[in-house]
């Protein structure tokens, strides 16, 4: 299995009954993170319970290539980097019957913020570092363009990742900022009824 490669049907012939289950719910999962408008909203929607985000740093720097291009800005266009997870406080050991419920890190997200495309409200939100992307350019009409929806295959500190989602978001209809998020195998073992998005 390649680390990496476009969201498609792997439900081969002779696979085991759980690995089939598991990809159909991951190419599910695909599905509803292409289609929404908020990945942090849709996270939460999938299992049922409030998430959180945490933001680990942000920095001003240029443009990655494929960026400035979804963007339409110049390569080497400065833009706000961000970066951060969202946990949401998920039963420790449901095996046990335990109710005691720990952070656990549901996926990591990452953006580049084209600051001079948005207006003062926005930027003192970016400013602020607590609240989701999603979030800050609100009241404004906010759409989201997806990119790519990509099949991971690998670990990090933070568990077995599994999907890399890419897209751009245009506010009032102009591209203000690049995102890309990862879901960890977490966030599908944790989904409720089903992890179909309501709405």
Same mark, same amino acid.
């Given at each position: 299995?390649?680390?990496?490669?476009?969201?498609?049907?792997? &439900?081969?012939?002779?696979? $085991?009954? &759980?690995?089939?289950?598991?990809?159909?719910?991951?190419?599910?999962?695909?599905?509803? !993170?292409? +289609?929404?408008?908020?990945?942090?909203?849709?996270?939460? @929607?999938?299992? #049922?319970? $409030?998430? =959180?985000?945490?933001?680990? #740093?942000?920095?001003?720097? =240029?443009? %990655?290539?494929?960026?400035?291009?979804? !963007? =339409?800005? $110049?390569?080497?266009?400065?833009?706000? &980097?961000?970066?951060?997870?969202? =946990?949401?406080?998920?039963?420790?050991?449901?095996?046990?019957?335990?109710?005691?419920?720990?952070?656990?890190?549901?996926?990591?997200?990452?953006?580049?913020?084209?600051?001079?495309?948005?207006?003062?409200?926005?930027?003192?939100?970016?400013?602020?570092?607590?609240?989701?992307?999603?979030?800050?350019?609100?009241?404004?009409?906010?759409?989201?363009?997806?990119?790519?929806?990509?099949?991971?295959?690998?670990?990090?500190?933070?568990?077995?990742?599994?999907? +890399?989602?890419?897209?751009?978001?245009?506010?009032? #209809?102009? +591209?203000? %900022?690049?995102?890309?998020?990862? %879901?960890?195998? @977490?966030?599908?073992?944790?989904?409720?009824?089903?992890?179909?998005?309501?709405?």
């Amino acid at each position: 299995m390649t680390p990496q490669r476009r969201l498609r049907d792997t &439900h081969r012939p002779g696979a $085991p009954e &759980h690995v089939v289950a598991f990809e159909a719910q991951v190419a599910e999962l695909g599905r509803v !993170l292409r +289609r929404t408008n908020s990945f942090t909203r849709a996270a939460a @929607q999938w299992l #049922g319970r $409030p998430i =959180s985000y945490r933001l680990v #740093g942000q920095e001003r720097r =240029s443009l %990655a290539v494929p960026d400035a291009r979804a !963007l =339409s800005v $110049p390569i080497g266009t400065l833009a706000l &980097h961000r970066w951060g997870f969202v =946990s949401a406080q998920i039963d420790a050991d449901p095996v046990t019957g335990s109710r005691r419920a720990v952070a656990t890190v549901v996926a990591e997200v990452r953006s580049a913020v084209l600051e001079d495309q948005v207006d003062d409200a926005a930027r003192q939100a970016l400013s602020r570092g607590d609240v989701p992307l999603g979030e800050v350019f609100t009241p404004a009409p906010v759409e989201r363009v997806t990119r790519a929806v990509e099949r991971l295959d690998d670990v990090d500190e933070f568990g077995s990742r599994v999907l +890399r989602v890419s897209a751009i978001l245009l506010v009032s #209809g102009c +591209r203000v %900022a690049a995102v890309q998020e990862v %879901a960890y195998r @977490q966030l599908l073992e944790h989904a409720a009824d089903g992890g179909r998005e309501s709405g």
